[in-house]
Nanobody, 120 residues
Framework: QVQLVESGGGLVQPGGSLRLSCAAS????????MGWYRQAPGKQRELVAD???????NYADSVKGRFTISKDNAKNTMYLQMNSLKPEDTAVYYC??????????????WGQGTQVTVSS
């Protein structure tokens, strides 16, 4: 079974940094795009950043200049470097992948989420 596993969340002070990782495992044939979403309490899930198979990136206006999305194709792993963190960045961060497993059709997969808390 295809799985997405996030790691790297935690508690950080305002102005600090965290690096999230998302490792995709299982019988993966191709990955078309991957992305990070977040959901704060009482709010809808929102796109933070995504990255295409060709490496093109897209960011939410609220994180531009502070967050950087990247990936290691050989490891099927995506990263989110988060700098200059603000309390409003506090949320559960979810990994998302548009991929095709061997012997199956293309679909969207989600990780279980990792908590990021920015507080003094």
């Amino acid at each position: 079974q295809v799985q997405l596993v996030e790691s790297g969340g935690g508690l950080v002070q305002p102005g600090g940094s965290l690096r999230l990782s998302c490792a995709a495992s299982g019988p993966i044939f191709t990955i078309n795009a991957m992305g990070w979403y977040r959901q704060a309490p009482g709010k809808q899930r929102e796109l933070v950043a995504d990255i295409s198979s060709g490496g093109g990136t897209n960011y939410a206006d609220s994180v531009k200049g502070r967050f950087t999305i990247s990936k290691d194709n050989a490891k099927n792993t995506m990263y989110l470097q988060m700098n200059s963190l603000k309390p409003e960045d506090t949320a559960v961060y979810y990994c998302n992948a548009d991929l095709r497993p061997y012997g199956s059709r293309r679909d969207i997969y989600w990780g279980q989420g990792t908590q990021v808390t920015v507080s003094s």
